[in-house]
């Protein structure tokens, strides 16, 4: 079945008017099957076999994938499908992976004259920064190729509360939010304040000079801080409670 080549320009004007096409890069979308089009042309019904592939996809005839430098590549895990109570989440609603198995990695990185290895080793399960790495479909699996940096942290348990941070990140337990106001008003959820204290659960072990030394960090487990209110990662615990983790330099303050 013929297929029409369509460019950014042809497209834009007839998307506009598409709410399906809200958000969508045009560079990213693929159509089959229009045959010849004219302009105007383009309805709702025209996109129903509209494809969109986020990832880079490996072709089957290359057998394995070998990182550069401090790069590392991680099998995604699988998005929860249902809620606890069995319901079956849409596509939209499922939330985005922030972890996998650590499947390749590169030969490190070098500081000053400092050779240093990888952190990480094969089989290692890690939770990364939401946004980090390119999304790569491999032998039937979406992988993550990233740098070593983008790892938060080493995670051996199914709850998040035991996550163990690499290089200068910390984990914090988050403060509950104030439910009241300073003259007793009850706050609703919405104009509840995103709280920006907590407790450090735990540390990395710190960042690395010029010539590549290890410098602890300056915070320590138990420490009460205050961070930047929109930096880092957000998690929630198996009991409902809410962490965070983010780089010490993200870390303004300690309170006593």
């Given at each position: 079945?013929?297929?029409?080549?369509?460019?950014?320009?042809?497209?834009?004007?007839?998307?506009?008017?598409?709410?399906?096409?809200?958000g969508l890069?045009?560079?990213?979308?693929?159509?089959?099957?229009?045959?010849?089009?004219?302009?105007?042309?383009?309805?709702?019904?025209?996109?129903?076999?509209?494809?969109?592939?986020?990832?880079?996809?490996?072709?089957?005839?290359?057998?394995?994938?070998?990182?550069?430098?401090?790069?590392?590549?991680?099998?995604?895990?699988?998005?929860?499908?249902?809620?606890?109570?069995?319901?079956?989440?849409?596509?939209?609603?499922?939330?985005?992976?922030?972890?996998?198995?650590?499947?390749?990695?590169?030969?490190?990185?070098?500081?000053?004259?400092t050779k240093?290895?990888?952190?990480?080793?094969?089989?290692?399960?890690?939770?990364?920064?939401?946004?980090?790495?390119?999304?790569?479909?491999?032998?039937?699996?979406?992988?993550?190729?990233?740098?070593?940096?983008?790892?938060?942290?080493?995670?051996?348990?199914?709850?998040?509360?035991?996550?163990?941070?690499?290089?200068?990140?910390?984990?914090?337990?988050?403060?509950?939010?104030?439910?009241?106001?300073?003259?007793?008003?009850?706050?609703?959820?919405?104009?509840?304040?995103?709280?920006?204290?907590g407790t450090?659960?735990?540390?990395?072990?710190?960042?690395?000079?010029?010539?590549?030394?290890?410098?602890?960090?300056?915070?320590?487990?138990?420490?009460?801080?205050?961070?930047?209110?929109?930096?880092?990662?957000?998690?929630?615990?198996?009991?409902?409670?809410?962490?965070?983790?983010?780089?010490?330099?993200?870390?303004?303050?300690?309170?006593?």
């Amino acid at each position: 079945m013929a297929t029409s080549q369509l460019t950014a320009s042809s497209v834009t004007a007839s998307a506009r008017n598409l709410a399906s096409l809200q958000g969508l890069r045009l560079s990213t979308v693929k159509f089959s099957s229009f045959g010849t089009l004219k302009p105007g042309a383009l309805t709702s019904r025209s996109f129903k076999r509209l494809v969109v592939k986020a990832a880079t996809v490996v072709a089957p005839k290359y057998t394995s994938v070998k990182p550069l430098g401090d790069r590392v590549l991680v099998k995604i895990k699988e998005t929860e499908e249902k809620t606890e109570g069995g319901i079956l989440l849409p596509t939209t609603a499922q939330s985005k992976p922030q972890g996998g198995e650590v499947v390749a990695v590169g030969e490190g990185k070098t500081i000053g004259n400092t050779k240093l290895e990888s952190s990480v080793k094969t089989g290692a399960q890690v939770i990364y920064s939401k946004y980090a790495g390119t999304e790569v479909e491999f032998n039937g699996a979406n992988h993550l190729l990233l740098k070593e940096d983008d790892i938060v942290g080493l995670l051996e348990t199914d709850d998040i509360k035991d996550l163990k941070p690499l290089n200068d990140r910390v984990f914090i337990k988050v403060s509950e939010a104030e439910e009241k106001t300073a003259g007793g008003l009850l706050l609703t959820e919405a104009s509840k304040e995103k709280p920006s204290i907590g407790t450090v659960i735990a540390v990395g072990p710190g960042t690395l000079d010029e010539e590549g030394n290890l410098r602890p960090l300056s915070v320590s487990p138990g420490n009460t801080i205050l961070y930047s209110k929109y930096a880092g990662n957000d998690f929630k615990g198996n009991d409902g409670s809410n962490y965070i983790a983010l780089r010490a330099s993200d870390v303004m303050a300690a309170l006593y």
